[in-house]
């Protein structure tokens, strides 16, 4: 359910606010739009795979900072119709560029284009490239160069139809590696998609967490992180702001101290297995990577030996296997041990699984309350719940 950004006018505004779009994954959509709502975000409007929304400086940096469902952030400087590559080119010309970059600094474009009257992305890109150098040439006699990888400034240009939108990446890297990542196992799940399963299923830290084929422990860490009111941007080291002309230390410093400041102690259980010891033993490299060597309990088990290690029902979040993911000689049979666990053990636990494996699914045997879905990957999943109570379900509840 959408929160109402209300609230946002007891924030104060810390300058001038401008328009940012935050980019997500399918089905985190309203996830990611009450976290800008509680990041201080204005005008705050649900997009495919994105949020657009209004702040000022201070905002866009808590955004990067704390939000744990976005991708990147992107900070929109023009926006123009252009029916040709000279029409766009003529229009990039016009922005002033040295408010952004100077001649000692690199940059590169990132060109996305929908039905557009330009079909090339790399040759859109190029175009941008041009005009910004050509500005450069002709204003200062000299120009910044183009570097692909790591750029201190990068530009993105979104092209719809016939109508251009033109941005500044304020993220760097994708914001959904969060830099406490050591070791990741063959088919890992991101960082991103694994906080916004746990925060779909509303699970904050009030009861114990339990993943049960945790295998590189990204589940683990950002329930983790999230029950203690960590920042998602707690250990990462750069962002692409920072490069800016414009880059604001102070704030910067004054939206990551209000953030840390409300971090707090893990109260509840957070415990993870796995049937395979070599890949526990590599998995503690990430927990204790992220500080959790003392609050998250890993045991080797296969899931139909586990049994609670708690004496109050709880919350399950795992990645089993599917067939593209891992083979597994009965995967049918498996995911029917799963069922016949979760109903002979954890009565009283809401289990939720992520597969895309639907066939396979139908055999956990389970009547489930929620069906959403999302994405692995490139893999269209479902992430269903399980309520697991005495007696069974009468009525399958209607996909979200």
Not at 206 to 235: R, V
Not at 316 to 328: A, D, M, S, V
Not at 341 to 368: C, F, H, M, N, P
Request: hydrophobic content about 40%; glycine content about 6%; aromatic content about 10%.
């Amino acid at each position: 359910m959408l929160k109402h950004n209300s609230a946002n006018k007891f924030r104060k505004r810390s300058g001038k606010s401008f328009s940012m779009i935050a980019k997500t994954m399918v089905g985190l959509e309203e996830t990611l739009f009450n976290e800008i709502v509680a990041a201080g975000g204005e005008k705050v409007r649900l997009l495919n795979r994105a949020i657009s929304f209004n702040g000022d400086t201070a905002c866009m940096y808590r955004v990067n900072y704390t939000c744990r469902t976005a991708l990147r952030v992107l900070k929109i400087i023009a926006e123009f119709s252009v029916n040709n590559e000279d029409e766009l080119y003529n229009e990039i010309f016009k922005v002033n560029w040295s408010d952004y970059l100077n001649v000692e600094q690199t940059f590169a474009v990132d060109a996305i284009l929908s039905k557009a009257p330009i079909t090339n992305s790399h040759y859109a890109a190029q175009k941008v490239k041009d005009a910004v150098v050509d500005q450069f040439r002709k204003k200062e006699g000299n120009r910044p160069s183009v570097r692909i990888s790591n750029p201190d400034v990068l530009i993105n240009l979104h092209l719809t139809g016939n109508w251009c939108t033109l941005s500044l990446d304020s993220s760097g890297e994708s914001l959904h590696k969060r830099g406490y990542r050591k070791w990741q196992g063959d088919t890992p799940i991101s960082e991103l998609l694994a906080a916004g399963m746990i925060m779909i299923a509303g699970w904050n830290g009030q009861n114990p967490f339990y993943d049960p084929m945790c295998g590189s422990g990204t589940l683990l860490i950002e329930a983790a992180m999230i029950a203690a009111k960590i920042p998602s941007g707690y250990h990462r080291k750069s962002y692409g702001f920072m490069n800016w002309l414009d880059f604001d230390n102070d704030t910067w410093t004054k939206v990551k101290d209000e953030a840390n400041g409300k971090i707090v102690e893990i109260k509840q259980h957070i415990i993870g297995s796995d049937v395979n010891q070599k890949t526990l033993s590599l998995m503690k490299q990430n927990v204790a990577a992220a500080g959790f060597d003392d609050v998250i309990l890993l045991k080797q088990a296969a899931f139909e030996d586990s049994s609670p290690l708690v004496n109050q029902s709880g919350t399950i979040i795992t990645n089993p296997p599917y067939g593209e993911r891992l083979q597994k000689r009965d995967i049918k049979s498996f995911y029917k041990t799963i069922g016949d666990v979760l109903k002979q053990k954890y009565a009283g636990w809401d289990a939720w699984l992520i597969t895309s494996d639907y066939e396979a699914l139908k055999s956990v045997g389970l009547r489930t309350s929620r069906k959403i879905k999302l994405f692995n990957g490139p893999l269209e999943c479902r992430f269903v719940k399980y309520e697991m109570y005495q007696g069974s379900r009468k009525k399958v509840i209607p996909e979200d």
